[in-house]
């Protein structure tokens, strides 16, 4: 089954192919084609559903890096497929919304590309069995949806908002590649499934609880819990269609799908269960309690997702305390709390989906979406506002809606969790319904001023950008098969579990028998019911605060903004900004001087340093030549001559003694039996002492150097240790020979190349290639002296034009 | 002799190294030039001894050559450290046509001012 791989590479294929596309097809919007991809693989993933849901998965491993067993696997099984038909079903949807929603003036080619690239890495992170593999598509999620979000990037808060997601989502996402790197130590596997199988045996490792705090963050991060929650909120500066698809149906559930995936390998232990419970629950609650406050419609929807994003997270939570009783049959009754978080899992990209898209309509139509301007479109906006309604209705955990079955076994979740005996749950557990009570008491609240807010209530044209009316059929379709998906669950549910959820289970917990994973789902289970009770309590205080809200809501202003962790972010930031800058600003001087100080002070110490570590230095004079007392002369003669350079009173006499250099050096080679350097050293001198005599001509006088006395000395004892450090180094080179001289070889050179002269021969034949290229640097040292030179006039004629 | 001519390259060296950090664009200039001749005595001295042989050319009459690799090297060695003084000092001549000083610490650009 090569297949599955192929599913993951194709939207990455399609991307690429589109920006070609749009170039050549500019009459046909392009989403069409974006739209065809996503429905194919929708198809091909639900061909899979019927033989997962008879417990079969699939797997396929194409050869990466085999060497360190990474490895390209596609895995599919029941919980890869509900995320895998997610991401293709609401993709295709959000596409087809998107063909109306995006005016074909926008850069489509750029949009869609983005979009594709998107699904493919967001396949990739839930087939992935190598978790090495499921990081890399991680990022790349992030990434695309850093590119999405910064889609009108004219736009400040657009780039903003981008930047922010990615920074919290990227740096999570490091850390879960530490906690990854911690489970290959641990279990010398990168394969998700050959780490379940170890699961338990690894426990009491040192790094067992590291591993686990680190790939939470992860998933924390990514899927927006409280208190990295503060990237979502921003992220909604991109185009609607993209924040129902990304931030609301598909991205930010990778996270919880990391926690649902590795339930089995650290469910059961008691720090898992509290973190993902708690911080689950606090986002639930902070999330639903911020979104009242908001005044957009879509910052509302935001808050919402965050906090229903909690709710599924702190199921997650709870159904992990079945492993903690092993294979016995009490598990059986946490495992429930699971099933529900799947299941809330796909009624929340039902109806969140829906509502972005209607959100995104109301935008489009009257251009605003500031709660204070609208109202009263009900009447105008009759098919609009029965989707908004329905899935409000459904949020809201109200019936004949989805959302309604969710939330009963949300709450019979919290109820039977506090029995359970385990954690310290007697003392802390009854604190669990209460929290989950008010959270969706003010899910009600929010829900019901998405519905009543916009919809009843005076209708104010002036207020709005384009007078109300109903939007092309074509941006109704999407949210409307949405809204019927809404009300169908409600009505068929156990077609879903069955087929769907169940599968999905056995993914979370192999090690418990598939027949008692399977939760028939009703909505009626009596009136003595408590889950009942809690229901029409939240309706009954709901609807009271929803009509008191303006009485009660002097309470946000007892969290001040400075406070708020948006701050904190904003402030870490600018602060970070302003002392990176005053670090570099710090060395990075644009004086010349500075830098070679830098590089010489880095040879002297590192260099330096080894030598005198390794105590390698070495010398030897016994191989050495004789020295004649002409040669003595004239060393003598160019070290005087060197450092008289320094103290040069006149350009001139500085030329003048660099010439003795080169002469020196020049007659040396005559010495040492070299006579085409002697000549070409002869030549290049005299041509370089009359370069320097034109270049003085036209240059300033050669000044004191007004260099204060303390970095003076600095440059001396510098200059002196790079000498030092030049010498030694070079000393104990000569002093051992670590390997035979390959000189011998050249000595061939009649025979090989039919020169008698072996420097020529050398540089002719056997390095030939080295010498046409030195040629061309003469070329280009040449090209650039002319064309310095030649720039000058033409700049100077502008300048008298100018005058 | 070797010996003595590392001696002299680390001499050179040194004058080389105090030019390069000086303030004036053309005495770095120098200090590059002087580092060049440095090198080409340091890869002369790292030949398989100096002196001890005849001239590298393979003729009758002639004894055993004299190391001939550090020749070649030295060679393309002139000819490019040519090329990058000539290139500087163009360089520097018109940046003084251009903004009227030699000075390095003036020279630094509108964002350390």
């Known amino acids: 089954m090569s297949t599955l791989n192929i599913a993951i590479i194709f939207p990455f294929i399609a991307a690429i192919v589109i920006p070609f596309l749009y170039n050549k097809i500019r009459k046909l919007h392009i ?95 839930v087939l992935s069995d190598n978790i090495m593999v499921l990081y890399v598509f991680w990022e790349l999620t992030s990434i695309s949806s850093f590119l999405l979000i910064a889609f009108w990037y004219q736009r400040k808060r657009s780039r903003d908002g981008a930047k922010k997601s990615l920074l919290i989502t990227v740096s999570g996402g490091f850390g879960m590649l530490i906690g990854f790197i911690m489970l290959y130590i641990m279990t010398g596997t990168w394969s998700i499934r050959e780490i379940i199988s170890m699961a338990g045996s690894f426990t009491d490792h040192a790094l067992f609880i590291p591993a686990m705090l680190l790939l939470l963050l992860g998933a924390f991060t990514k899927s927006a819990q409280f208190p990295f929650h503060i990237w979502l909120p921003d992220a909604m500066e991109a185009p609607t269609p993209v924040s129902a698809y990304l931030h609301s149906a598909t991205m930010v559930k990778a996270g919880i799908y990391l926690v649902a995936r590795f339930t089995p390998i650290f469910g059961g232990e008691s720090i898992w269960f509290w973190l993902v419970t708690g911080v689950g629950l606090l986002t639930l609650f902070w999330g639903s309690f911020s979104a009242v406050r908001q005044t957009d419609l879509k910052a509302m929807l935001a808050y919402s997702t965050v906090s229903q994003l909690g709710m599924i997270m702190s199921m997650f939570g709870i159904g992990s305390a079945a492993l903690h009783f092993g294979n016995s049959t009490v598990s059986v009754v946490y495992t429930q709390a699971t099933f529900a978080a799947l299941f809330h899992l796909v009624n929340h990209s039902t109806f969140k989906g829906a509502l972005f898209m209607v959100v995104g309509i109301v935008d489009h139509e009257v251009g605003t979406r500031d709660l204070r301007r609208l109202g009263g479109l009900v009447t105008l906006m009759p098919i609009t506002f029965t989707i908004a309604m329905i899935g409000s209705f459904s949020m809201a955990g109200l019936p004949p809606f989805n959302g309604f079955l969710s939330k009963e076994m949300f709450f019979t979740a919290v109820l039977t969790i506090g029995e359970a005996g385990i954690f310290s749950l007697d003392t802390w557990g009854t604190l669990l319904p209460v929290i989950a009570w008010v959270a969706s008491i003010f899910t009600f609240v929010y829900s019901m001023i998405i519905v009543f807010q916009t919809f009843f209530g005076p209708y104010k044209e002036e207020r709005l950008e384009h007078p109300a009316h109903e939007p092309p059929v074509g941006m109704l379709i999407a949210p409307g098969i949405l809204a019927l998906l809404v009300i169908g669950i409600f009505f068929f549910p156990n077609v879903l579990g069955d087929y769907i959820l169940t599968p999905a289970m056995m993914g979370i917990f192999p090690s418990l028998p598939a027949a008692d994973l399977s939760v028939p789902i009703s909505a009626w289970h009596g009136f003595r019911s408590m889950e009942l009770w809690m229901t029409i309590g939240v309706i009954i205080f709901g609807f009271a605060l929803y009509k008191t809200r303006k009485k009660w809501a002097f309470v946000y202003k007892l969290f001040p903004e400075k406070w708020s962790f948006n701050s904190f972010y904003s402030y870490s930031l600018e602060k970070l900004e302003e002392h990176s800058t005053t670090i570099t600003n710090s060395y990075m001087t644009g004086y010349l001087r500075d830098y070679m100080v830098y590089i010489y002070l880095f040879f002297i110490v590192a260099i330096g340093g080894t030598i005198i570590y390794t105590g390698v230095y070495a010398f030897d004079i016994s191989g050495n030549s004789s020295v004649s007392e002409f040669e003595w002369i004239l060393v003598l003669v160019m070290i005087i001559a060197g450092i008289s350079v320094l103290f040069a009173k006149s350009r001139l006499t500085a030329i003048l003694l660099n010439s003795i250099l080169g002469y020196g050096v020049a007659t040396f080679f005559v010495i040492f039996r070299a006579p085409d350097l002697a000549l070409t050293q002869i030549i290049v001198e005299t041509v370089t002492t009359v370069l320097f005599l034109v270049a003085y001509y036209f240059l300033p006088e050669w000044k004191k150097e007004d260099v204060p006395r303390k970095s003076r000395n600095v440059n001396l004892i510098i200059s002196i240790s790079v000498g030092i450090v030049f010498t030694v180094i070079a000393l104990t080179v000569q002093s051992g020979k670590l390997f035979e001289s390959i000189s011998g070889y050249f000595e061939n050179s009649y025979e090989l190349a039919g020169g008698k002269n072996i420097v020529n021969s050398i540089l002719g034949d056997f390095r030939a290639f080295d010498t046409m290229l030195e040629v061309v640097v003469l070329l280009i040292a040449g090209i650039g002296v002319y064309s310095i030179i030649k720039l000058k006039a033409k700049k100077e004629d502008e300048s008298v034009e100018d005058q | 002799m070797e010996t003595l001519i590392t001696i002299l390259a680390g001499v050179l060296v040194t004058v080389a190294t105090y030019l390069i950090l000086s303030k004036s664009l053309i005495r770095v200039i120098l200090g590059t030039a002087i580092l060049s001749h440095a090198a080409h005595l340091l890869i002369m001295s790292m030949g398989s001894g100096l002196k001890n042989g005849s001239v590298p050319i393979l003729d009758e009459g002639i004894g055993p050559p004299v190391d001939a690799l550090p020749q070649a090297l030295i060679l393309t060695s002139i000819v490019i450290s040519f090329a990058v003084t000539a290139l500087s000092l163009v360089l520097a001549y018109r940046t003084y046509q251009e903004t009227g000083t030699d000075k390095l610490d003036e020279l630094r650009g509108i964002k350390h001012e």
Request: aromatic content about 22%.
């Open chain 1, 31 to 125: 989403g069409w084609f974006a739209m065809l991809v996503s429905f194919v693989l929708f198809i091909y993933f639900a061909r899979y559903v019927p033989r997962i849901a008879n417990g079969e998965t699939f797997a396929n491993t194409i050869n990466w890096i085999p060497s360190y067993g990474i490895n390209f696997t596609a895995y599919l099984d029941g919980l890869s497929l509900i995320l895998a038909l997610l991401i293709t079903g609401v993709g295709t949807l959000v596409i087809l919304y998107s063909i109306f929603y995006l005016s074909s003036k926008e850069s489509l080619g750029r949009f869609y590309t983005y979009l594709l690239f998107f699904m493919g890495a967001m396949l990739g992170v």
